[in-house]
């Protein structure tokens, strides 16, 4: 098992992860490009050597119910690479700007349609004529109908 210092060492090794110093000694690191609302990449970890990164868009990892895996007992191997793992899993998707539709329509499984509708500079969902979000872009617009379990037609 690695001490707390090696694991520290280790994750300072990630220049494009922030240290937050949070209570009881305890450490995380945010990965302040996230594409996501998940921002913390290494949580708590407790000079004890527990601690947890994020894997909640990962497979092959047992998670909690915050998606989070626990390192407790991690090689330097494997931390290292579950940790770049999860930095790759919240880099933000490039999507071509000139490929961006004027109006797009998304269905879920239940045959459920929104609408993606550029009105100006914002980007519009709609169910039918109401009003479901407004977004700055379409990026944004994508990623909630996508989180929602919507698919473009």
Known sequence: MLTYEEKLKIIEEFPELERKNVSLGRVNFHYANS????????????????GFVYAGKMTGYQTNDKGMVNIRDFTEKALRSTI?????????????????????????????????????????????DTLDGTFTTYKEAAHYLGEEGFSRI
């Open 84 to 128: 770049r793992k999860s930095i790759l899993s919240l880099i933000p998707k490039e999507i071509e700007t000139s490929n961006e539709p004027e109006e797009e329509v998304w269905i879920n499984d239940n045959t459920v349609t929104l609408t993606i509708l550029k009105e100006g500079d914002m980007w519009n969902v709609y169910a039918e």
């Open 35 to 50: 594409s996501y609302d998940q921002k913390n990449v290494v949580f708590h970890l407790h000079p004890n050597g527990n």
